[in-house]
Protein backbone atom coordinates (compact mmCIF):
# COMPACT_ATOMS: atom_id res chain seq x y z
CA UNK A 1 0.00 0.00 0.00
CA UNK A 2 1.36 3.32 -0.73
CA UNK A 3 1.86 6.19 1.86
CA UNK A 4 3.20 8.54 0.50
CA UNK A 5 2.73 10.88 -2.86
CA UNK A 6 5.24 12.71 -4.75
CA UNK A 7 5.16 15.45 -7.74
CA UNK A 8 5.60 12.97 -10.49
CA UNK A 9 2.92 10.18 -8.70
CA UNK A 10 0.31 12.84 -8.45
CA UNK A 11 0.95 14.65 -11.83
CA UNK A 12 -0.38 10.47 -13.08
CA UNK A 13 -2.86 10.45 -10.84
CA UNK A 14 -4.87 14.18 -11.72
CA UNK A 15 -4.23 12.61 -15.56
CA UNK A 16 -6.00 9.48 -14.32
CA UNK A 17 -8.29 11.17 -13.05
CA UNK A 18 -9.06 13.05 -15.86
CA UNK A 19 -9.35 10.13 -18.10
CA UNK A 20 -11.75 8.55 -15.88
CA UNK A 21 -14.66 11.75 -15.87
CA UNK A 22 -14.06 11.91 -19.93
CA UNK A 23 -15.14 8.02 -20.09
CA UNK A 24 -18.24 8.85 -17.60
CA UNK A 25 -18.81 12.71 -18.87
CA UNK A 26 -22.37 11.46 -20.40
CA UNK A 27 -23.38 9.37 -17.85
CA UNK A 28 -22.94 12.60 -15.22
CA UNK A 29 -24.20 14.30 -17.62
CA UNK A 30 -27.52 12.65 -17.76
CA UNK A 31 -28.36 12.78 -14.20
CA UNK A 32 -29.18 16.62 -14.54
CA UNK A 33 -32.59 15.91 -13.00
CA UNK A 34 -34.58 18.62 -14.98
CA UNK A 35 -35.21 17.13 -18.54
CA UNK A 36 -34.80 20.22 -20.46
CA UNK A 37 -31.39 19.25 -22.92
CA UNK A 38 -28.81 21.39 -20.97
CA UNK A 39 -27.39 18.55 -18.56
CA UNK A 40 -23.50 19.22 -19.15
CA UNK A 41 -21.81 18.89 -15.61
CA UNK A 42 -20.15 15.91 -16.81
CA UNK A 43 -18.99 17.61 -20.10
CA UNK A 44 -17.89 21.16 -17.78
CA UNK A 45 -16.18 18.88 -14.85
CA UNK A 46 -14.03 16.97 -17.65
CA UNK A 47 -13.11 19.83 -19.60
CA UNK A 48 -12.08 21.45 -16.68
CA UNK A 49 -9.56 19.10 -14.91
CA UNK A 50 -8.57 18.48 -19.04
CA UNK A 51 -6.75 21.29 -18.94
CA UNK A 52 -4.97 20.16 -15.85
CA UNK A 53 -4.68 16.88 -17.08
CA UNK A 54 -3.00 18.56 -20.88
CA UNK A 55 -0.60 21.05 -18.69
CA UNK A 56 0.65 18.22 -16.95
CA UNK A 57 1.95 16.76 -19.50
CA UNK A 58 4.22 18.84 -20.80
CA UNK A 59 6.78 18.71 -18.15
CA UNK A 60 7.61 16.89 -15.22
CA UNK A 61 7.32 17.44 -11.63
CA UNK A 62 9.38 16.75 -8.61
CA UNK A 63 7.88 17.97 -6.01
CA UNK A 64 3.75 17.56 -4.83
CA UNK A 65 3.37 21.01 -4.42
CA UNK A 66 4.95 22.22 -7.83
CA UNK A 67 2.02 19.61 -9.14
CA UNK A 68 -0.30 20.67 -7.49
CA UNK A 69 -0.27 24.15 -7.93
CA UNK A 70 -0.13 23.56 -12.07
CA UNK A 71 -2.93 21.46 -11.76
CA UNK A 72 -4.80 24.22 -10.01
CA UNK A 73 -3.49 27.26 -12.02
CA UNK A 74 -4.37 25.28 -15.12
CA UNK A 75 -8.09 24.60 -13.30
CA UNK A 76 -8.81 28.17 -12.63
CA UNK A 77 -8.30 29.55 -16.23
CA UNK A 78 -9.62 25.82 -17.88
CA UNK A 79 -13.36 26.27 -15.76
CA UNK A 80 -16.21 25.96 -17.02
CA UNK A 81 -19.49 25.84 -15.84
CA UNK A 82 -20.22 26.08 -11.59
CA UNK A 83 -19.28 22.54 -11.08
CA UNK A 84 -16.20 23.62 -13.06
CA UNK A 85 -15.19 26.09 -10.70
CA UNK A 86 -16.04 24.32 -7.98
CA UNK A 87 -13.84 22.22 -9.06
CA UNK A 88 -11.19 24.15 -9.47
CA UNK A 89 -11.45 25.60 -6.04
CA UNK A 90 -11.07 22.34 -4.27
CA UNK A 91 -8.00 22.04 -5.73
CA UNK A 92 -6.92 25.56 -5.29
CA UNK A 93 -7.50 24.82 -1.44
CA UNK A 94 -5.48 21.82 -1.88
CA UNK A 95 -2.45 23.69 -3.67
CA UNK A 96 -2.37 25.59 -1.12
CA UNK A 97 -1.89 23.16 1.68
CA UNK A 98 0.88 21.57 -0.10
CA UNK A 99 2.74 24.29 -1.00
CA UNK A 100 6.43 24.06 -1.03
CA UNK A 101 5.52 20.19 -0.33
CA UNK A 102 7.90 17.72 -1.93
CA UNK A 103 5.90 14.45 -0.99
CA UNK A 104 2.71 14.09 1.06
CA UNK A 105 1.18 11.29 3.17
CA UNK A 106 -2.45 10.49 4.66
CA UNK A 107 -2.46 13.42 7.18
CA UNK A 108 -0.87 15.95 4.83
CA UNK A 109 -3.81 14.74 2.03
CA UNK A 110 -6.36 14.88 4.63
CA UNK A 111 -5.27 18.58 5.88
CA UNK A 112 -5.47 19.30 1.87
CA UNK A 113 -8.67 17.89 1.50
CA UNK A 114 -10.34 20.50 3.71
CA UNK A 115 -8.87 23.27 2.86
CA UNK A 116 -9.74 22.51 -0.77
CA UNK A 117 -13.41 22.49 1.05
CA UNK A 118 -12.69 25.38 2.71
CA UNK A 119 -11.92 27.76 0.01
CA UNK A 120 -14.79 26.15 -2.32
CA UNK A 121 -17.61 26.72 0.33
CA UNK A 122 -15.93 30.35 0.52
CA UNK A 123 -16.94 30.92 -2.65
CA UNK A 124 -20.27 30.01 -2.84
CA UNK A 125 -22.32 32.90 -1.37
CA UNK A 126 -25.36 30.02 -0.64
CA UNK A 127 -23.95 26.70 0.26
CA UNK A 128 -26.70 24.18 -0.56
CA UNK A 129 -26.58 20.76 0.69
CA UNK A 130 -27.15 17.56 -1.27
CA UNK A 131 -24.92 18.91 -3.29
CA UNK A 132 -20.73 18.79 -4.62
CA UNK A 133 -20.13 20.51 -1.79
CA UNK A 134 -21.79 18.36 0.50
CA UNK A 135 -19.87 14.98 -0.66
CA UNK A 136 -16.55 17.06 -0.94
CA UNK A 137 -17.08 18.14 3.08
CA UNK A 138 -18.46 14.78 4.47
CA UNK A 139 -14.83 12.97 2.16
CA UNK A 140 -12.58 15.40 3.66
CA UNK A 141 -14.20 14.83 7.50
CA UNK A 142 -13.28 10.89 6.41
CA UNK A 143 -10.14 11.23 5.46
CA UNK A 144 -9.02 13.22 8.69
CA UNK A 145 -10.92 10.42 10.63
CA UNK A 146 -9.05 7.80 8.62
CA UNK A 147 -5.33 9.37 9.14
CA UNK A 148 -5.45 9.17 13.01
CA UNK A 149 -5.81 5.59 12.64
CA UNK A 150 -3.25 5.04 9.76
CA UNK A 151 -1.43 7.96 7.80
CA UNK A 152 -0.52 5.70 4.65
CA UNK A 153 -2.08 8.19 1.69
CA UNK A 154 -3.88 5.09 -0.33
CA UNK A 155 -5.75 4.67 2.78
CA UNK A 156 -7.09 7.67 3.37
CA UNK A 157 -7.74 8.37 -0.31
CA UNK A 158 -9.99 5.22 -0.20
CA UNK A 159 -11.42 6.36 3.14
CA UNK A 160 -12.13 9.84 1.59
CA UNK A 161 -14.11 7.71 -1.33
CA UNK A 162 -16.03 5.37 0.71
CA UNK A 163 -17.31 8.19 2.80
CA UNK A 164 -18.12 10.30 -0.52
CA UNK A 165 -20.01 7.77 -1.72
CA UNK A 166 -22.36 7.14 1.31
CA UNK A 167 -22.62 11.06 1.16
CA UNK A 168 -23.33 10.63 -2.37
CA UNK A 169 -26.43 8.24 -2.15
CA UNK A 170 -27.61 10.58 0.48
CA UNK A 171 -28.01 13.71 -1.69
CA UNK A 172 -31.39 11.80 -3.13
CA UNK A 173 -32.74 12.54 0.66
CA UNK A 174 -31.35 16.09 1.05
CA UNK A 175 -32.27 17.77 -1.78
CA UNK A 176 -36.27 17.50 -2.69
CA UNK A 177 -35.48 18.03 -6.57
CA UNK A 178 -33.02 14.64 -6.67
CA UNK A 179 -35.52 12.99 -4.56
CA UNK A 180 -37.92 13.15 -6.69
CA UNK A 181 -36.04 12.19 -9.75
CA UNK A 182 -34.29 9.06 -8.11
CA UNK A 183 -31.08 10.45 -8.76
CA UNK A 184 -27.74 11.47 -6.94
CA UNK A 185 -25.81 14.89 -7.43
CA UNK A 186 -24.15 14.71 -10.40
CA UNK A 187 -21.42 17.26 -9.16
CA UNK A 188 -20.92 15.30 -6.39
CA UNK A 189 -20.85 12.24 -8.68
CA UNK A 190 -18.00 13.48 -10.99
CA UNK A 191 -16.30 14.37 -8.10
CA UNK A 192 -15.71 11.34 -6.67
CA UNK A 193 -15.25 9.70 -10.65
CA UNK A 194 -11.77 11.81 -10.19
CA UNK A 195 -10.81 10.86 -6.52
CA UNK A 196 -11.60 6.78 -7.43
CA UNK A 197 -9.54 7.31 -10.95
CA UNK A 198 -6.39 9.40 -8.36
CA UNK A 199 -6.55 6.11 -6.18
CA UNK A 200 -7.09 3.89 -9.10
CA UNK A 201 -3.15 5.33 -10.53
CA UNK A 202 -1.53 5.03 -7.13
CA UNK A 203 -2.87 1.01 -7.56
CA UNK A 204 -1.20 0.89 -10.47
CA UNK A 205 -4.63 0.28 -12.51
CA UNK A 206 -5.06 0.90 -16.22
CA UNK A 207 -6.44 3.89 -17.64
CA UNK A 208 -9.99 3.56 -18.53
CA UNK A 209 -10.72 1.58 -22.21
CA UNK A 210 -10.03 3.76 -24.76
CA UNK A 211 -8.05 6.66 -23.11
CA UNK A 212 -4.22 4.94 -23.90
CA UNK A 213 -5.64 4.46 -27.49
CA UNK A 214 -6.57 8.07 -27.64
CA UNK A 215 -3.18 9.12 -27.06
CA UNK A 216 -1.27 6.94 -29.36
CA UNK A 217 -3.78 8.47 -32.13
CA UNK A 218 -2.46 12.28 -30.98
CA UNK A 219 -1.43 13.09 -34.80
CA UNK A 220 2.29 13.90 -34.51
CA UNK A 221 4.16 14.84 -38.09
CA UNK A 222 7.01 12.50 -38.60
CA UNK A 223 9.37 14.74 -40.40
CA UNK A 224 12.25 12.18 -40.42
CA UNK A 225 10.60 10.34 -42.98
CA UNK A 226 9.74 13.04 -45.39
CA UNK A 227 12.32 13.60 -48.25
CA UNK A 228 12.68 16.76 -49.52
CA UNK A 229 11.59 15.86 -53.23
CA UNK A 230 8.24 14.31 -51.76
CA UNK A 231 7.15 17.38 -50.18
CA UNK A 232 4.37 18.81 -52.76
CA UNK A 233 3.04 21.90 -50.18
CA UNK A 234 6.14 23.59 -48.94
CA UNK A 235 4.79 24.53 -45.13
CA UNK A 236 3.29 23.04 -42.38
CA UNK A 237 0.41 25.43 -40.89
CA UNK A 238 -0.91 24.85 -38.06
CA UNK A 239 -3.34 27.60 -35.91
CA UNK A 240 -6.74 27.77 -33.54
CA UNK A 241 -9.66 29.93 -34.22
CA UNK A 242 -11.86 30.62 -31.40
CA UNK A 243 -15.23 31.16 -32.80
CA UNK A 244 -17.00 34.07 -32.47
CA UNK A 245 -20.42 32.68 -33.91
CA UNK A 246 -21.98 29.47 -34.67
CA UNK A 247 -21.15 29.98 -38.86
CA UNK A 248 -20.35 26.83 -39.90
CA UNK A 249 -17.30 26.09 -41.01
CA UNK A 250 -17.92 23.36 -43.89
CA UNK A 251 -16.95 26.16 -46.72
CA UNK A 252 -13.70 26.63 -44.86
CA UNK A 253 -12.58 23.10 -45.31
CA UNK A 254 -13.43 23.17 -48.46
CA UNK A 255 -11.03 26.41 -49.13
CA UNK A 256 -8.43 24.56 -47.18
CA UNK A 257 -8.38 21.35 -49.33
CA UNK A 258 -8.29 23.58 -52.67
CA UNK A 259 -5.06 24.94 -51.49
CA UNK A 260 -3.02 22.64 -49.51
CA UNK A 261 -3.33 18.60 -48.36
CA UNK A 262 -2.90 16.87 -45.24
CA UNK A 263 -5.85 18.47 -43.87
CA UNK A 264 -7.25 17.60 -40.59
CA UNK A 265 -9.62 19.77 -38.45
CA UNK A 266 -10.38 19.36 -34.90
CA UNK A 267 -13.35 20.64 -33.19
CA UNK A 268 -15.04 21.96 -30.11
CA UNK A 269 -17.80 24.12 -29.02
CA UNK A 270 -16.40 27.23 -29.33
CA UNK A 271 -12.80 26.85 -31.01
CA UNK A 272 -11.35 24.65 -33.77
CA UNK A 273 -7.73 24.07 -34.47
CA UNK A 274 -6.78 23.44 -38.05
CA UNK A 275 -3.62 21.40 -39.39
CA UNK A 276 -2.82 21.90 -43.30
CA UNK A 277 0.45 21.49 -45.35
CA UNK A 278 0.11 24.70 -48.03
CA UNK A 279 2.06 27.20 -50.16
CA UNK A 280 0.11 30.10 -49.25
CA UNK A 281 -0.11 29.65 -45.04
CA UNK A 282 -1.36 33.93 -45.52
CA UNK A 283 -4.08 33.30 -47.39
CA UNK A 284 -5.37 29.98 -45.11
CA UNK A 285 -4.97 32.95 -42.21
CA UNK A 286 -6.55 35.31 -43.80
CA UNK A 287 -9.52 32.93 -44.62
CA UNK A 288 -9.86 31.95 -41.37
CA UNK A 289 -10.89 35.32 -39.69
CA UNK A 290 -14.46 34.80 -41.67
CA UNK A 291 -15.11 32.26 -38.85
CA UNK A 292 -13.81 33.85 -35.42
CA UNK A 293 -10.32 35.44 -33.89
CA UNK A 294 -7.49 33.56 -35.16
CA UNK A 295 -4.60 33.31 -32.04
CA UNK A 296 -1.45 30.24 -31.81
CA UNK A 297 -0.93 30.24 -35.13
CA UNK A 298 2.36 28.62 -36.21
CA UNK A 299 3.97 27.93 -39.25
CA UNK A 300 7.17 25.92 -40.70
CA UNK A 301 9.06 25.24 -44.07
CA UNK A 302 8.93 21.44 -44.59
CA UNK A 303 11.81 21.84 -46.89
CA UNK A 304 14.04 22.94 -44.87
CA UNK A 305 12.83 21.01 -41.95
CA UNK A 306 14.12 18.06 -44.09
CA UNK A 307 16.97 19.49 -45.06
CA UNK A 308 17.97 19.80 -41.37
CA UNK A 309 16.78 16.69 -40.64
CA UNK A 310 19.10 14.65 -43.53
CA UNK A 311 21.96 16.79 -41.54
CA UNK A 312 21.21 15.77 -38.78
CA UNK A 313 19.82 18.78 -36.63
CA UNK A 314 17.10 18.78 -34.18
CA UNK A 315 13.76 19.72 -35.72
CA UNK A 316 10.95 20.79 -33.87
CA UNK A 317 6.91 19.60 -34.23
CA UNK A 318 4.36 22.20 -34.40
CA UNK A 319 1.42 20.42 -34.85
CA UNK A 320 0.62 20.21 -31.05
CA UNK A 321 0.97 23.80 -30.81
CA UNK A 322 3.02 23.49 -27.01
CA UNK A 323 4.82 25.95 -25.50
CA UNK A 324 7.96 25.53 -24.11
CA UNK A 325 9.16 26.94 -20.94
CA UNK A 326 11.61 29.12 -22.47
CA UNK A 327 9.08 30.74 -24.90
CA UNK A 328 5.52 31.43 -22.64
CA UNK A 329 2.40 32.91 -24.27
CA UNK A 330 2.60 36.53 -23.85
CA UNK A 331 -0.69 38.37 -22.58
CA UNK A 332 -1.85 40.70 -24.65
CA UNK A 333 -3.53 43.20 -22.84
CA UNK A 334 -5.38 46.55 -24.35
CA UNK A 335 -4.32 49.57 -23.15
CA UNK A 336 -7.61 51.51 -21.63
CA UNK A 337 -8.42 53.97 -24.76
CA UNK A 338 -12.15 55.06 -22.97
CA UNK A 339 -13.48 54.48 -19.79
CA UNK A 340 -15.77 51.36 -20.00
CA UNK A 341 -15.82 47.98 -22.07
CA UNK A 342 -18.70 45.31 -22.20
CA UNK A 343 -18.11 41.69 -22.68
CA UNK A 344 -20.84 39.72 -23.32
CA UNK A 345 -21.27 35.22 -23.80
CA UNK A 346 -24.09 34.38 -26.29
CA UNK A 347 -24.60 31.59 -28.57
CA UNK A 348 -26.13 32.32 -32.58
CA UNK A 349 -24.85 34.75 -34.66
CA UNK A 350 -27.92 36.86 -34.22
CA UNK A 351 -27.73 37.96 -30.79
CA UNK A 352 -23.79 38.54 -31.41
CA UNK A 353 -24.93 41.08 -33.78
CA UNK A 354 -27.43 42.34 -31.02
CA UNK A 355 -24.42 43.04 -28.88
CA UNK A 356 -22.29 44.19 -31.56
CA UNK A 357 -24.87 46.60 -32.62
CA UNK A 358 -25.50 47.40 -29.31
CA UNK A 359 -21.66 48.62 -28.80
CA UNK A 360 -19.98 45.73 -27.06
CA UNK A 361 -16.36 45.20 -27.34
CA UNK A 362 -16.23 41.56 -27.45
CA UNK A 363 -18.82 38.59 -27.71
CA UNK A 364 -17.82 35.34 -26.48
CA UNK A 365 -19.59 32.17 -28.07
CA UNK A 366 -21.23 30.36 -25.51
CA UNK A 367 -24.51 29.21 -23.50
CA UNK A 368 -26.02 27.01 -22.33
CA UNK A 369 -24.22 23.21 -22.92
CA UNK A 370 -21.82 25.22 -24.13
CA UNK A 371 -20.31 27.28 -21.13
CA UNK A 372 -17.02 29.17 -22.21
CA UNK A 373 -13.93 28.76 -19.95
CA UNK A 374 -12.44 31.29 -16.87
CA UNK A 375 -9.23 31.44 -19.96
CA UNK A 376 -11.43 32.54 -22.76
CA UNK A 377 -13.44 34.93 -20.87
CA UNK A 378 -9.97 36.60 -19.76
CA UNK A 379 -8.87 36.47 -22.92
CA UNK A 380 -11.31 38.93 -24.09
CA UNK A 381 -11.19 41.05 -21.05
CA UNK A 382 -7.92 41.41 -21.93
CA UNK A 383 -8.62 42.22 -25.40
CA UNK A 384 -11.15 45.20 -24.44
CA UNK A 385 -9.37 48.95 -24.22
CA UNK A 386 -11.01 50.08 -21.35
CA UNK A 387 -9.80 50.81 -17.91
CA UNK A 388 -13.36 48.86 -16.41
CA UNK A 389 -15.12 46.00 -18.27
CA UNK A 390 -18.39 45.37 -17.69
CA UNK A 391 -19.03 41.37 -18.38
CA UNK A 392 -22.56 39.75 -18.79
CA UNK A 393 -22.78 35.90 -19.26
CA UNK A 394 -25.75 35.97 -19.65
CA UNK A 395 -26.47 32.64 -18.55
CA UNK A 396 -26.60 31.15 -14.79
CA UNK A 397 -24.18 28.57 -15.10
CA UNK A 398 -21.33 31.10 -16.34
CA UNK A 399 -21.45 33.47 -13.64
CA UNK A 400 -19.18 31.86 -11.66
CA UNK A 401 -16.96 31.40 -14.21
CA UNK A 402 -16.49 35.01 -15.14
CA UNK A 403 -15.90 36.25 -11.54
CA UNK A 404 -13.14 34.23 -11.34
CA UNK A 405 -11.90 36.44 -13.75
CA UNK A 406 -12.03 39.51 -11.34
CA UNK A 407 -8.00 38.85 -9.31
CA UNK A 408 -6.81 37.36 -12.76
CA UNK A 409 -7.39 40.76 -15.04
CA UNK A 410 -4.68 42.80 -15.12
CA UNK A 411 -4.54 47.15 -15.43
CA UNK A 412 -8.41 46.83 -15.85
CA UNK A 413 -11.78 46.65 -12.96
CA UNK A 414 -13.48 43.67 -13.83
CA UNK A 415 -17.36 43.98 -13.08
CA UNK A 416 -19.69 40.68 -13.42
CA UNK A 417 -23.18 41.40 -13.72
CA UNK A 418 -25.09 38.59 -12.50
CA UNK A 419 -27.24 38.75 -15.71
CA UNK A 420 -29.08 34.96 -16.18
CA UNK A 421 -30.37 35.19 -20.06
CA UNK A 422 -29.59 37.22 -22.62
CA UNK A 423 -32.49 39.47 -23.19
CA UNK A 424 -31.54 40.12 -19.19
CA UNK A 425 -27.69 41.06 -20.40
CA UNK A 426 -29.62 43.45 -23.25
CA UNK A 427 -31.51 45.34 -20.80
CA UNK A 428 -28.90 46.12 -18.65
CA UNK A 429 -26.57 47.17 -21.57
CA UNK A 430 -28.70 49.29 -22.54
CA UNK A 431 -28.91 51.26 -19.13
CA UNK A 432 -25.30 51.66 -19.56
CA UNK A 433 -24.12 55.71 -18.41
CA UNK A 434 -20.74 56.63 -20.04
CA UNK A 435 -20.63 59.76 -17.98
CA UNK A 436 -21.81 57.56 -14.77
CA UNK A 437 -19.69 56.41 -11.78
CA UNK A 438 -19.23 52.76 -11.91
CA UNK A 439 -20.57 51.62 -9.05
CA UNK A 440 -24.14 53.95 -10.25
CA UNK A 441 -24.18 51.84 -13.51
CA UNK A 442 -23.48 48.93 -11.69
CA UNK A 443 -26.69 49.69 -10.31
CA UNK A 444 -28.66 50.74 -12.74
CA UNK A 445 -27.69 48.10 -15.11
CA UNK A 446 -28.40 45.28 -12.32
CA UNK A 447 -31.64 47.14 -11.52
CA UNK A 448 -32.75 46.91 -15.29
CA UNK A 449 -31.83 43.11 -15.36
CA UNK A 450 -34.11 42.40 -12.70
CA UNK A 451 -37.01 44.30 -14.26
CA UNK A 452 -36.85 41.73 -17.40
CA UNK A 453 -38.69 38.55 -17.22
CA UNK A 454 -37.80 35.44 -19.90
CA UNK A 455 -39.25 32.49 -21.47
CA UNK A 456 -37.33 30.03 -22.87
CA UNK A 457 -39.21 27.16 -25.12
CA UNK A 458 -37.11 24.19 -25.94
CA UNK A 459 -37.86 20.24 -25.82
CA UNK A 460 -37.73 17.66 -23.41
CA UNK A 461 -34.94 15.25 -23.28
CA UNK A 462 -35.89 11.92 -21.61
CA UNK A 463 -39.01 11.20 -19.78
CA UNK A 464 -39.47 12.99 -16.31
CA UNK A 465 -42.24 14.05 -13.51
CA UNK A 466 -41.29 17.53 -12.84
CA UNK A 467 -43.27 19.82 -10.39
CA UNK A 468 -46.68 18.19 -11.34
CA UNK A 469 -45.81 17.75 -15.15
CA UNK A 470 -45.77 14.43 -16.68
CA UNK A 471 -42.79 14.76 -19.40
CA UNK A 472 -42.70 12.76 -21.94
CA UNK A 473 -39.33 12.77 -24.30
CA UNK A 474 -39.93 15.09 -27.22
CA UNK A 475 -41.99 17.55 -25.68
CA UNK A 476 -42.25 21.31 -26.21
CA UNK A 477 -41.58 23.12 -23.04
CA UNK A 478 -41.61 26.13 -21.51
CA UNK A 479 -39.17 27.66 -18.66
CA UNK A 480 -40.43 30.77 -17.51
CA UNK A 481 -37.64 32.98 -15.41
CA UNK A 482 -35.95 29.55 -14.73
CA UNK A 483 -39.34 27.73 -13.56
CA UNK A 484 -40.96 25.13 -15.73
CA UNK A 485 -44.28 26.95 -17.30
CA UNK A 486 -45.55 24.57 -19.05
CA UNK A 487 -45.14 21.30 -21.60
CA UNK A 488 -47.51 20.54 -24.70
CA UNK A 489 -46.60 18.41 -27.76
CA UNK A 490 -47.89 21.47 -29.99
CA UNK A 491 -45.72 24.17 -30.02
CA UNK A 492 -48.34 26.66 -30.83
CA UNK A 493 -51.25 25.93 -28.40
CA UNK A 494 -47.66 26.16 -25.78
CA UNK A 495 -47.20 29.60 -27.39
CA UNK A 496 -50.48 30.65 -26.91
CA UNK A 497 -50.81 29.61 -23.39
CA UNK A 498 -47.79 31.60 -22.51
CA UNK A 499 -48.58 34.87 -24.50
CA UNK A 500 -51.74 35.07 -22.38
CA UNK A 501 -49.57 34.71 -18.92
CA UNK A 502 -49.64 38.28 -16.83
CA UNK A 503 -46.40 38.45 -17.49
CA UNK A 504 -46.95 38.88 -20.85
CA UNK A 505 -49.88 40.50 -20.97
CA UNK A 506 -48.69 43.71 -18.62
CA UNK A 507 -45.82 44.15 -21.00
CA UNK A 508 -45.21 47.18 -22.54
CA UNK A 509 -41.90 45.65 -24.51
CA UNK A 510 -41.93 42.01 -25.55
CA UNK A 511 -38.76 40.48 -27.56
CA UNK A 512 -38.62 37.43 -29.19
CA UNK A 513 -35.31 35.91 -30.15
CA UNK A 514 -35.71 32.28 -32.90
CA UNK A 515 -32.95 29.84 -32.58
CA UNK A 516 -32.01 28.70 -35.54
CA UNK A 517 -33.87 25.64 -36.09
CA UNK A 518 -37.01 28.15 -36.37
CA UNK A 519 -37.52 28.78 -40.14
CA UNK A 520 -38.53 32.34 -40.65
CA UNK A 521 -41.78 31.54 -41.62
CA UNK A 522 -42.54 29.92 -38.18
CA UNK A 523 -41.34 32.41 -36.31
CA UNK A 524 -43.48 35.26 -38.02
CA UNK A 525 -46.64 33.39 -37.29
CA UNK A 526 -45.38 33.40 -33.44
CA UNK A 527 -44.80 37.07 -33.92
CA UNK A 528 -48.54 37.26 -35.16
CA UNK A 529 -49.82 35.11 -32.19
CA UNK A 530 -48.32 37.96 -29.68
CA UNK A 531 -49.53 40.67 -31.30
CA UNK A 532 -53.16 39.07 -31.40
CA UNK A 533 -53.01 37.95 -27.47
CA UNK A 534 -50.78 40.94 -26.42
CA UNK A 535 -52.25 44.33 -28.15
CA UNK A 536 -51.05 46.52 -25.77
CA UNK A 537 -47.06 45.57 -26.37
CA UNK A 538 -44.18 46.83 -28.54
CA UNK A 539 -43.00 43.26 -29.82
CA UNK A 540 -39.99 42.92 -31.68
CA UNK A 541 -39.04 40.01 -33.74
CA UNK A 542 -35.38 39.02 -33.34
CA UNK A 543 -33.46 36.15 -35.60
CA UNK A 544 -31.34 34.86 -32.37
CA UNK A 545 -29.78 31.68 -34.27
CA UNK A 546 -29.30 30.23 -30.85
CA UNK A 547 -29.11 26.63 -30.11
CA UNK A 548 -30.99 24.60 -28.04
CA UNK A 549 -33.92 27.07 -27.15
CA UNK A 550 -36.47 27.73 -29.90
CA UNK A 551 -37.36 30.96 -28.38
CA UNK A 552 -36.45 32.80 -25.81
CA UNK A 553 -39.05 35.94 -25.34
CA UNK A 554 -38.72 38.64 -23.05
CA UNK A 555 -40.76 40.75 -20.96
CA UNK A 556 -40.48 44.18 -19.87
Known sequence: MITTIDGALFAKMVIHGSACINAQKQQINELNVFPVPDGDTGTNMSMTIGTAAEELKKKSHAGVGDAAMATANALLRGARGNSGVILSLLFRGFAKAVKEKETIDGRDLAIALDFGVAAAYKAVMKPAEGTILTVSRLSAAAAAAAAREDSGAEHVLDAAIQAGLVALDDTINQNPVLKKAGVVDSGGKGFLVILQGMLDEMRGEALPEGAAAAETKKPKTDYAAIAAEEITFTFDTVFIVRRTGNKGIEPFRAYLNSIGDSLVIGESDDAFKVHVHTDIPGAALTEAQKYGTLELAKIENMRTQAEDLSAGKHVQSTDDLEEDDHHPAERRIAPPEKKYGVVAVAAGEGLAAVFHDLGVDGVISGGQTMNPATEDILRQIDATPAEVVFVLPNNKNIIMAAQQCIPLAEGKQVVVLPSKTVPQGISALLMMDPEAGVEANEEAMTAAMEGVSTAEVTYAARDSDFG?????????????????????????????????EDTYQQAEFINIYYGEDVKQGDAEKTLKLFHAACPKAEITLLAGGQPVYYYMISAE
Do not use: P, S, V, W
Open 468 to 500: GFAIKHGDYMTLLNGQLFDTERNLDKMLKKLAK
